[in-house]
């Protein structure tokens, strides 16, 4: 579960990373038999009347080049007490999955880790029916995509096990993957291309 969690992939995903660096050779057979015990993450929606409570814009916003009328599309809100950019993510029938934050005064995100993370802007681009989109890292430059035209979705950072089968299932048939050009945005590339059904043309981007 540790190992699951700190790289945000599935448990067995973390169970052959553990057995291919530290399983013992038993005859041809590497086994761990009781280290992973599956704990599937909790499946909850949040009450949409929540984002009532928030402001529907703040001027950090256009400074990081989004205008009123893409946040207002996509209900990206400004929570005052906390100081956060707050962006709701939907289901395809509107259910308020989460709400991760972003610090206005630090460059930190909040997510919770008690829930699988959905594509941020994923459901939009299945109720249009899209075909080709792009994928990046943060909701902002997810939003800015969207602002110019281009169908984007984000991840919220490294790219999950359920966010890889959420894409998998959402009828998109070419991904441009853009991800910073560092060693970490190149593992996000390579994650992406090589877990994508086989009916998914990925195709790298570097920015």
């Given at each position: 579960d540790f190992v699951a969690e700190c790289f945000e992939c599935s448990n067995k995903t973390a169970k052959e990373w553990?057995?291919?660096?530290?399983?013992?050779?038993?005859?041809t057979v590497f086994n761990?038999?009781?280290?992973?015990?599956?704990?599937?993450?909790?499946?909850?929606?949040?009450?949409?009347?929540?984002?009532?409570?928030?402001?529907?814009?703040?001027?950090?916003?256009?400074?990081?080049?989004?205008?009123?009328?893409?946040?207002?599309?996509f209900q990206v809100k400004y929570d005052p007490q906390l100081r956060q950019?707050?962006?709701?993510?939907?289901d395809t029938k509107g259910n308020l999955l989460m709400m991760p934050r972003r610090s206005i005064d630090y460059k930190t995100f909040y997510i919770d880790k008690e829930i699988d993370k959905p594509v941020y802007c994923l459901d939009y681009v299945i109720?249009?029916?899209?075909?080709?989109?792009?994928?990046?890292e943060g909701p902002?430059?997810?939003?800015?995509?969207?602002?110019?035209?281009?169908?984007?979705?984000a991840t919220f950072g490294q790219i999950s096990?359920?966010?890889?089968?959420?894409?998998?299932?959402?009828g998109v048939q070419?991904?441009?993957?853009?991800?910073d050009n560092d060693t970490a945005g190149q593992r996000f590339?390579?994650?992406?291309?090589?877990?994508?059904?086989?009916?998914?043309w990925g195709i790298e981007v570097p920015i």
């Amino acid at each position: 579960d540790f190992v699951a969690e700190c790289f945000e992939c599935s448990n067995k995903t973390a169970k052959e990373w553990l057995i291919e660096n530290y399983g013992e050779e038993v005859g041809t057979v590497f086994n761990i038999p009781t280290l992973i015990r599956k704990t599937p993450k909790k499946k909850t929606y949040f009450d949409k009347s929540i984002l009532e409570s928030y402001s529907s814009w703040h001027p950090y916003l256009a400074s990081r080049g989004l205008t009123r009328e893409i946040c207002e599309y996509f209900q990206v809100k400004y929570d005052p007490q906390l100081r956060q950019i707050v962006f709701p993510c939907f289901d395809t029938k509107g259910n308020l999955l989460m709400m991760p934050r972003r610090s206005i005064d630090y460059k930190t995100f909040y997510i919770d880790k008690e829930i699988d993370k959905p594509v941020y802007c994923l459901d939009y681009v299945i109720k249009n029916g899209y075909k080709k989109i792009v994928i990046t890292e943060g909701p902002f430059d997810c939003l800015k995509g969207n602002q110019f035209g281009v169908p984007t979705v984000a991840t919220f950072g490294q790219i999950s096990d359920t966010q890889i089968e959420a894409l998998n299932k959402s009828g998109v048939q070419v991904i441009y993957a853009m991800f910073d050009n560092d060693t970490a945005g190149q593992r996000f590339t390579a994650n992406l291309k090589k877990r994508l059904s086989k009916s998914i043309w990925g195709i790298e981007v570097p920015i």
